[in-house]
């Protein structure tokens, strides 16, 4: 790393090492925020269109910690590599329809 800003001996810049920090730095930013944001769903949707269409490939279970009514968050994948999500007061509920659908 050292001396990959800096002039070398000859005196001339060398801009093509500023280019790929550069680069790198926008490339790691574009793929770890710039994703595409998912989508609320309701549980009538859910399986309507989602779970009998056979498009949901994994089913995320996440606790809110911030949201005193809500505790947990279904982030729900799909093939087509969409993200809905679905705010749940209580997860037994949830994984208990799962399992009769």
Known sequence: MFGMFEPPQDGKPQYENWVIALGSAWLLYYFAYLNKPSKEISYQDFVQQLQQGNKVKRVDLLEEKNNPAYKYRAVIHTHDDEQFY???????????KLDMV
């Open 86 to 96: 679905m705010v749940l007061p209580q997860v037994e509920n949830f994984l208990m």
